[in-house]
């Protein structure tokens, strides 16, 4: 007999199904009034009793709706409890201490049954909780459905990454990796079994990402002459105060020692203060892509597929990497993480690994990336010297990235890319004072 304990403001609604038929009695309102689904996500806690089997679907059922769960059940293991800390988003009840049936006078056995199963402590436990409390723990839930429990792939995986952890005890994760943001399964222990490894645990621990940079840069054009782009971004970025190391892209290259990297092509065009600023930002949010080249994807109803848009707008979801700041986790994540037919497409075509690393990043932190301020719209033109081709003039350059994101969302099984309209200027950016005053003053110069 499945119950559910939904609360609504300050009342409770129990709705029962009978094992046979579908008969529904209610307690507390009038049945037309509610509809199960809506009357489930808009409720704050649901009562679990104990199921037929060894659990109960309502469980999963309350996860996936931010309904932190009411467990009345005495002696039941929580799915994966030797990794998750279930304290932090569910309520645990005694099933043997019952609460007296509603109305004495009440001789229908059906309702005295409902009745007779609530306990005695939970209306008082629940209303006694504060709504911080009650808001951290309906996000708890969500990770953990979003994290574990969304589809059957993530159950499997996740029971194989804990007996991966069990099995090679020195190289796991530790609790607060699988308890907070991004989830276990976006961490590999094989990388590194430290915290502050990772862009993710900064806040939570205390910590500041490094001082300096690596700049990587991806070059492609033989060096015929010292008035090529790619000589004059060397010297821009050398130039900076934050610049740690230059070197090559995407790969979990062992030289890169500092946490941020910053990615360039060879024909970009910067000033070092574009450069700093946008370290600055990103040592703000070093989980996530900051740069200057903002692109957009959007749905195409009449081709029922997902498009690739450059067009200068203020709403983005991906930022090229010709001229990013990500943490070298990243790198490690592309290249252990994703499968291999994901970089053998972006091989083929010579394209699309900077939408399959924004890909990456947004589906690891459900966030978009950040855009910066930058003295010129981002480009991509051929050189003067016509050593290199852009992409740009390639009529074949946007249908091969619209092939692109539509096969990494199919990889996915969701779009992971995030709008948004936000950018990041330095302070007094383009206000009426004195240069004297602003630090990037360069960013305002024609």
């Known amino acids: 007999m499945p119950l ?213 840069i991806h070059a492609v054009s033989p060096l015929v002459s010292q008035s090529q782009p790619i000589m004059r971004l060397l010297q821009v970025v050398s130039k900076s105060k934050y610049c740690s190391q230059r070197s090559s892209r995407f790969l979990p290259y062992n030289i890169i020692s500092t946490d941020a990297v910053l990615s360039l092509d060879e024909d970009t065009v910067l000033l070092t203060s574009e450069v700093n600023f946008a370290f600055v930002v990103w040592r703000s949010f070093p989980d996530r892509i900051v740069g200057y080249p903002p692109r957009s994807h959007f749905w195409d109803n009449s081709k029922q597929a997902w498009g690739y848009t450059s067009k200068w707008t203020n709403e983005f979801s991906i930022v090229l990497t010709g001229a990013a700041f990500y943490h070298r986790y990243y790198h490690h994540l592309f290249t252990y993480y994703l499968p291999a037919t994901l970089r053998t497409l972006v091989d083929q075509t010579a394209n699309c690994e900077d939408i399959l690393m924004n890909f990456l990043v947004s589906a690891v932190t459900k966030l978009p990336p950040i855009k910066v301020t930058q003295r010129k719209q981002y480009k991509e033109v051929l050189t003067t010297q016509g050593v290199k081709s852009s992409h740009w003039p390639n009529p074949d350059h946007f249908s091969q990235r619209q092939d692109c994101i539509n096969a990494f969302a199919s990889w996915f099984g969701h779009m992971p890319l995030v709008h948004s309209l936000f950018r990041l200027d330095p302070v007094l950016f383009k206000d009426q004072v004195s240069v004297l005053r602003k630090k990037y003053k360069d960013l305002e110069r024609p």
């Open 4 to 216: 559910d304990l939904l609360g609504i403001g300050t009342g409770v609604v129990l709705k029962c199904r009978l094992l046979h038929g579908i008969t529904w009695v209610l307690i507390s309102g009038s049945p037309s009034r509610f509809d199960y689904l809506e009357l489930l996500h808009n409720s704050t806690f649901c009562l679990v009793p104990r199921g037929r089997r060894l659990g109960s679907f309502r469980f999963l059922e309350s996860l996936q709706a931010a309904c932190i769960p009411v467990l009345l059940s005495n002696g039941w293991e929580l799915p994966f409890s030797d990794v998750i800390d279930w304290s932090q988003a569910v309520i645990e009840g005694d099933e043997r201490l019952l609460l007296q049936s509603l109305d004495p006078s009440q001789t229908d056995p059906v309702t005295e049954r409902l009745s007779s199963l609530i306990l005695l402590q939970i209306p008082s436990t629940v209303h006694s909780i504060d709504d911080d409390k009650i808001l951290a723990f309906r996000q708890r839930t969500q990770m953990l459905w979003e994290a574990y429990f969304s589809s059957v792939d993530k159950i499997v995986l996740t029971t194989l990454e804990i007996i991966k952890d069990r099995v090679f005890s020195h190289v796991s994760r530790n609790k607060l990796m699988w308890n907070s943001l991004p989830g276990g399964l976006f961490i590999l222990p094989e990388y590194s079994t430290n915290l502050a490894d990772y862009p993710f645990y900064y806040l939570s621990q205390g910590l500041s990402p490094g001082q300096d940079f690596t700049a990587v």
